[in-house]
């Protein structure tokens, strides 16, 4: 607060200014005494403005100390915090969609998965009969792309290999895999891997594809085909 200065005199008449007696002193000294009469209130309200100034300069300053400390020190500190935030926000968001896709990755894997068994259930009539499992491999692969396709392959045979019976014929069980026709279950993992090799390098357009389901096919009755052999002569031999 600014202090307001108040001058009182308690007098009778005017000549009550002069505290002394006139007959030892000169007029100078009366006006000298008159004149500081006259002055003494201008000098308390400048006192009292100069203090004011002073108050107003002091309050100026912790005013600026106030903003140089939050344009320096809690501006930035806010900005740190807010792009840690966001940043901590932002890779909660990316986990989420991480696990979003893996659970969707795992639940088409299934689905293929399944479909491999259902397909190796269905047998077509004809001279030499066939199942669909081919048919669903490249449906896996094509679809699912050469990864996904790849794993629902693994996952297929995997579930025949312990004891599920999702083989042709209901068959399953490791007898399924190391009989004759074993060969032929372990190429539908060669022809996946072929597929997602050639569509990784040719792209997944129509024709790459084809390409791919035709090496894929290939390579499936190649390793089939020697596999059954080996088995043969070594079953004979025996």
Avoid: H
Avoid at 51 to 72: H, M, S
Avoid at 77 to 98: A, F, P, S, V, W
Avoid at 199 to 208: C, D, E, F, K, Y
Wanted: charged share 20%.
């Amino acid at each position: 607060d600014v202090p307001v200065f108040d001058l009182s005199m308690i007098r009778d008449e005017e000549a009550d200014i002069f505290p002394y007696g006139f007959a030892t002193t000169s007029g100078d000294l009366d006006k000298a005494v008159e004149a500081i009469y006259q002055v003494v209130p201008t000098l308390l309200s400048l006192a009292a403005m100069e203090k004011e100034a002073n108050l107003l300069a002091d309050e100026i300053e912790k005013t600026r100390r106030r903003v140089n400390a939050l344009e320096y020190v809690m501006i930035p500190d806010l900005k740190e915090t807010i792009k840690y935030i966001k940043m901590k926000l932002d890779e909660n968001e990316r986990g989420n969609q991480t696990r979003l896709m893996k659970v969707k990755d795992m639940t088409y894997i299934a689905i293929f998965a399944a479909l491999m068994a259902i397909c190796a259930w269905i047998s077509i009539p004809a001279p030499v009969p066939f199942t669909l499992q081919t048919f669903a491999v490249f449906a896996a692969v094509g679809m699912l792309g050469g990864k996904r396709g790849t794993i629902a392959v693994a996952v297929y045979i995997l579930l025949g290999a312990v004891g599920l019976p999702v083989f042709s014929g209901f068959a399953g069980g490791p007898g399924a895999l190391l009989g004759m026709t074993g060969g032929y279950i372990v190429g539908f993992l060669a022809a996946a891997l072929v597929m997602w090799g050639v569509t990784r390098i040719l792209g997944n357009g129509v024709w790459p594809l084809g390409l791919a389901m035709l090496l894929g096919l290939l390579a499936c009755y190649a390793l089939g085909t020697v596999w059954f052999m080996d088995v043969y002569i070594r079953t004979k031999g025996a």
